[in-house]
């Protein structure tokens, strides 16, 4: 059974930085694709950046050049660096992960995390 648990939220000032971590367990996909999204009061869920197996990244246009997603696969483990944080960053972060190569609708992932409340305080 796959397992991510997302954890690192938290609330911290606009320009502050968090670092968010999705640890993986259970699934034995040759391929996979982890995906950070996230979801604001209201509003639907959007990915947010993704990192393919191969360790190719892309990221949403929102975010480029303030988050840096990572993985370590030692550890199982999925991260999100988010520097320069806004008001408009304050969301729900869910993790997710899929076989295959990556895609950026929620729809193309089974596997997702509780998610980890972030928010930034103007």
């Known amino acids: 059974q796959v397992q991510l648990v997302e954890s690192g939220g938290g609330t911290v000032q606009s320009g502050g930085s968090l670092r968010l971590s999705c640890a993986t367990s259970?699934?034995?996909?040759?391929?996979?694709?982890m995906a950070w999204f996230r979801q604001a009061p209201g509003k639907e869920r959007e990915w947010v950046a993704v990192?393919?197996?191969?360790?190719?990244?892309r990221y949403a246009d929102f975010v480029k050049g303030r988050f840096t997603i990572s993985q370590d696969n030692a550890k199982n483990t999925l991260y999100l660096q988010m520097n320069s944080l806004k008001p408009e960053d304050t969301a729900t972060y869910y993790c997710a992960l899929r076989s295959g190569p990556c895609l950026y609708y929620t729809y193309g992932y089974r596997n997702w995390g509780q998610g980890t409340q972030v928010t930034v305080s103007s």
């Open positions: 259970g699934y034995t996909y040759s391929t996979v694709c």
């Open positions: 990192v393919a197996k191969n360790g190719s990244t």
